[in-house]
C-alpha cells in the first residue's frame, strides 16, 4: 500500500523525531547505572540509580508494547498500510496468551446462531495459514471453541507474518519507561541483553495486557475488587480418562491435595496425542504486582503437579506425562484504562450497535468468580447459567423472553482511546469494560481486532497529522473493511 505521505513527514518534523542519537533528562534521568550511594533520607528503603545517557536503538513510526496476536495484528495491519513500526515484546516469542500461556482455542467467527460471519481480519488469515501445515481443527457451530490449535505451529507463523509486514521485532525486551517531553510521549525506554535503551516513535500501542505503558505515563487506571483469577495450563500426554471421570477425581481428592476448587476444561492439540488441560485456578492475586504474579506462577504450577499426583494417585493405569508448561501463567484481568467510553453489560448483553465499531463478538458472558468456585454464563437470548464443577448446574434467565434475540454485539472506537491523549491507543484486555463487558469481549478472536483497529488508527492519525482521539472514525471503518476486517 502506499506510504504515508507529506502530511506525515511533516507531522514528524514538528515532533522533533529524526537524527537524535541520545535522550537526556538531567538530574531525573529515566535510567542509569546504581551508584552504591542510597538515598539521603531512606537509606535503608532506596537506591539512588544517577542520570545517564541512553542510546536510541530505533526509530519509527509506531511502536507496539506487547507481542500477544493483539499487538502483532497491531503491527501487522499499520506495516501493511505503509507505516514503519516496532514491536516490543518480553517473551522469546510472539501470540502471548495462545502461544506463552498454552490456551490453544480460539472462538466462533460467527454470530450466536452461526448463520453470520462476523469476525474476520488477521484472525481468519492465521487460522487459514496454520490449517495449511495441519495445525488447526475447527470446530462447528460451538458455544465453547471455534478453533483448537498448535500453540508452538503459531509461534512460528506469528515469526513468518512480523517479517513479511516488515516490523521491526524486540523479543526478549522488556519496557522499562515511557520518555516524556514537553508533555508529549516521544520514546520508550526498553532492556534487554544489549542493555537499555529507547525507541522513538509518533505514536504508540500498549498492548501489554496490563496498561504497563499507559499506568507508567501516570493515565487513569483501575482495578477492580474482584479480579477474574489466573489459571495455569499445561500440556499432557498419556491423559486418556473420560472428561467426567477426570471431573469426578478432582473433585473427589482435591482437598488431599490442596487444589481449589475452580473449573476444569481443555483441548488436544491437533495432529499429536497431547492435550491441553486447564484445572488450576489462582486466587486473590492481581498479576500487574510482580510480587503477586510470582506467587501466582508457583502456585499455579504447584496446582498442575497436584492434578497429576491426584491422577498417578487414583487412577494408576493412565499413563499422564507433563509435556509441557506454560512461560506465563493465563491471566484474564488486571488493569483497565479510563478511556473515552467504557463498555457496558448492557451494551453487549443488548447488543448495543455504535456508529464507531471496530470489532464484533459472539463469545458469551463468562465470570470466572473470585469469591466463590464456578462460572457465570449469560446469553443473548437471554438465558442464564452457574456452572459449578460437581454439581447440577443452575440455569435461569437474566431477562425475559422476547421474539428476537441479538446475534452479536459491538466495541467501539472510544474504549480504546484515554481522553488527553495525543499519540497513545490501548488494545487488548485494558480496555475500557465493566464487568459483565469484559468478561465476554476478553476473549481473543475478539481482542484481537482491537489491534487491528488501533494499528490503523496510529497510521490514520500520521497521515492525516491529527491526534489519536481526532481519527475519523468512518474512515477508520472503511480503512479495517478494506484490509479484511468485517466492519457491521
Given at each position: 500500500?502506499?506510504?504515508?505521505?507529506?502530511?506525515?513527514?511533516?507531522f514528524?518534523?514538528?515532533i522533533?523525531?529524526?537524527?537524535?542519537?541520545?535522550?537526556h533528562r538531567?538530574?531525573t534521568?529515566?535510567a542509569?547505572?546504581?551508584?552504591?550511594?542510597?538515598a539521603?533520607?531512606e537509606?535503608?528503603?532506596?537506591?539512588r540509580?544517577?542520570?545517564?545517557?541512553?542510546?536510541?536503538a530505533h526509530?519509527?513510526?509506531?511502536c507496539?508494547?506487547?507481542?500477544s496476536?493483539t499487538?502483532?495484528?497491531?503491527?501487522?495491519?499499520?506495516a501493511?498500510?505503509?507505516?514503519k513500526?516496532a514491536?516490543?515484546?518480553?517473551?522469546?516469542?510472539?501470540?502471548?496468551t495462545?502461544?506463552?500461556?498454552?490456551?490453544?482455542?480460539?472462538h466462533?467467527?460467527?454470530?450466536?446462531?452461526?448463520k453470520?460471519q462476523i469476525i474476520?481480519?488477521l484472525?481468519?488469515e492465521?487460522?487459514q495459514r496454520?490449517?495449511?501445515?495441519?495445525a488447526?481443527?475447527?470446530?462447528g457451530?460451538?458455544r465453547?471453541?471455534?478453533?483448537?490449535?498448535?500453540s508452538?505451529e503459531?509461534?512460528?507463523?506469528?515469526?513468518?507474518?512480523?517479517?513479511?509486514?516488515?516490523?521491526?521485532?524486540?523479543?526478549?525486551?522488556?519496557?522499562?519507561?515511557?520518555?516524556?517531553?514537553d508533555?508529549?510521549?516521544?520514546?520508550?525506554?526498553?532492556?534487554?541483553?544489549?542493555g537499555?535503551?529507547?525507541?522513538?516513535?509518533?505514536?504508540f500501542?500498549d498492548?501489554?495486557?496490563?496498561?504497563?505503558?499507559?499506568?507508567?505515563?501516570g493515565?487513569?487506571?483501575y482495578?477492580?475488587d474482584?479480579?477474574?483469577?489466573?489459571?495455569?495450563?499445561?500440556?499432557f500426554s498419556?491423559?486418556?480418562l473420560?472428561a467426567?471421570?477426570?471431573?469426578?477425581?478432582?473433585?473427589?481428592?482435591?482437598?488431599?491435595?490442596?487444589?481449589?476448587?475452580?473449573?476444569?476444561?481443555?483441548?488436544?492439540?491437533?495432529?499429536?496425542d497431547?492435550?491441553?488441560?486447564?484445572g488450576?485456578?489462582?486466587?486473590?492475586?492481581?498479576?500487574?504486582d510482580?510480587?503477586q504474579l510470582?506467587?501466582?506462577?508457583?502456585?499455579?504450577?504447584?496446582?498442575?503437579?497436584?492434578?497429576?499426583?491426584?491422577?498417578?494417585?487414583y487412577?494408576?493405569?493412565?499413563?499422564?506425562?507433563?509435556?509441557?508448561?506454560?512461560?506465563q501463567?493465563g491471566?484474564?484481568?488486571?488493569?483497565h484504562?479510563?478511556?473515552r467510553?467504557?463498555?457496558?453489560g448492557?451494551?453487549?448483553?443488548h447488543?448495543?450497535?455504535?456508529?464507531?465499531?471496530?470489532?464484533?463478538g459472539?463469545?458469551?458472558?463468562?465470570?470466572?468468580?473470585?469469591?466463590?468456585p464456578?462460572?457465570?454464563?449469560?446469553?443473548?437470548d437471554g438465558?442464564q447459567?452457574?456452572?459449578r464443577?460437581?454439581?447440577?448446574s443452575?440455569?435461569s434467565?437474566?431477562?425475559?423472553k422476547?421474539?428476537?434475540?441479538?446475534t452479536?454485539?459491538q466495541?467501539?472506537?472510544r474504549?480504546l482511546?484515554?481522553?488527553r491523549?495525543?499519540?497513545?491507543?490501548?488494545?487488548?484486555?485494558?480496555?475500557d469494560?465493566?464487568?459483565?463487558?469484559?468478561s465476554?469481549?476478553?476473549?481473543?478472536?475478539?481482542?484481537?481486532?482491537?489491534g487491528?483497529?488501533a494499528?490503523?488508527a496510529c497510521?490514520?492519525?500520521?497521515?492525516?497529522?491529527?491526534?489519536?482521539?481526532?481519527?475519523?472514525?468512518?474512515?477508520?471503518?472503511r480503512?479495517?473493511?478494506?484490509?479484511?476486517?468485517?466492519i457491521?
Amino acid at each position: 500500500m502506499a506510504a504515508i505521505g507529506t502530511t506525515r513527514r511533516k507531522f514528524l518534523k514538528t515532533i522533533g523525531l529524526g537524527g537524535a542519537a541520545l535522550l537526556h533528562r538531567g538530574r531525573t534521568g529515566l535510567a542509569g547505572q546504581i551508584s552504591g550511594r542510597a538515598a539521603d533520607d531512606e537509606s535503608t528503603h532506596s537506591v539512588r540509580e544517577e542520570a545517564r545517557d541512553i542510546p536510541v536503538a530505533h526509530e519509527c513510526d509506531i511502536c507496539v508494547v506487547g507481542g500477544s496476536c493483539t499487538g502483532v495484528f497491531a503491527a501487522i495491519r499499520a506495516a501493511r498500510l505503509g507505516a514503519k513500526v516496532a514491536i516490543v515484546e518480553r517473551q522469546n516469542c510472539f501470540g502471548g496468551t495462545a502461544t506463552n500461556s498454552l490456551v490453544n482455542v480460539w472462538h466462533s467467527l460467527m454470530d450466536t446462531e452461526f448463520k453470520r460471519q462476523i469476525i474476520a481480519g488477521l484472525t481468519q488469515e492465521l487460522m487459514q495459514r496454520m490449517k495449511k501445515r495441519g495445525a488447526v481443527k475447527e470446530t462447528g457451530r460451538s458455544r465453547s471453541a471455534g478453533f483448537a490449535f498448535n500453540s508452538s505451529e503459531m509461534k512460528i507463523e506469528l515469526d513468518e507474518m512480523i517479517r513479511e509486514a516488515k516490523v521491526k521485532p524486540f523479543l526478549h525486551t522488556f519496557f522499562c519507561a515511557p520518555y516524556v517531553r514537553d508533555g508529549r510521549l516521544e520514546a520508550v525506554v526498553v532492556q534487554n541483553k544489549s542493555g537499555r535503551s529507547a525507541i522513538k516513535a509518533a505514536m504508540f500501542i500498549d498492548a501489554t495486557g496490563d496498561a504497563d505503558l499507559c499506568s507508567r505515563l501516570g493515565l487513569a487506571t483501575y482495578v477492580r475488587d474482584q479480579l477474574q483469577p489466573p489459571t495455569t495450563c499445561a500440556t499432557f500426554s498419556g491423559l486418556n480418562l473420560p472428561a467426567g471421570k477426570l471431573h469426578q477425581l478432582l473433585r473427589e481428592h482435591r482437598e488431599e491435595f490442596k487444589l481449589p476448587e475452580g473449573f476444569v476444561w481443555g483441548r488436544g492439540v491437533p495432529g499429536s496425542d497431547v492435550y491441553m488441560l486447564a484445572g488450576t485456578r489462582v486466587y486473590g492475586v492481581n498479576c500487574a504486582d510482580a510480587e503477586q504474579l510470582t506467587r501466582a506462577e508457583i502456585e499455579g504450577r504447584r496446582q498442575v503437579r497436584a492434578i497429576m499426583d491426584i491422577l498417578r494417585k487414583y487412577a494408576p493405569d493412565n499413563r499422564i506425562a507433563l509435556q509441557a508448561l506454560p512461560s506465563q501463567i493465563g491471566i484474564r484481568e488486571t488493569r483497565h484504562v479510563r478511556c473515552r467510553y467504557q463498555l457496558s453489560g448492557d451494551d453487549v448483553l443488548h447488543g448495543k450497535r455504535f456508529a464507531d465499531a471496530i470489532a464484533n463478538g459472539s463469545y458469551r458472558v463468562d465470570i470466572h468468580h473470585q469469591d466463590k468456585p464456578g462460572i457465570t454464563f449469560k446469553y443473548l437470548d437471554g438465558t442464564q447459567v452457574y456452572s459449578r464443577p460437581g454439581h447440577t448446574s443452575a440455569s435461569s434467565r437474566w431477562r425475559e423472553k422476547t421474539s428476537t434475540n441479538p446475534t452479536f454485539y459491538q466495541i467501539p472506537y472510544r474504549s480504546l482511546v484515554p481522553p488527553r491523549c495525543r499519540n497513545l491507543i490501548v488494545a487488548g484486555r485494558m480496555l475500557d469494560a465493566d464487568i459483565e463487558a469484559f468478561s465476554a469481549v476478553r476473549v481473543m478472536v475478539n481482542m484481537n481486532q482491537t489491534g487491528e483497529a488501533a494499528g490503523t488508527a496510529c497510521y490514520l492519525a500520521l497521515d492525516a497529522g491529527v491526534r489519536i482521539v481526532d481519527v475519523d472514525t468512518q474512515k477508520l471503518r472503511r480503512t479495517l473493511a478494506r484490509g479484511g476486517s468485517i466492519i457491521i
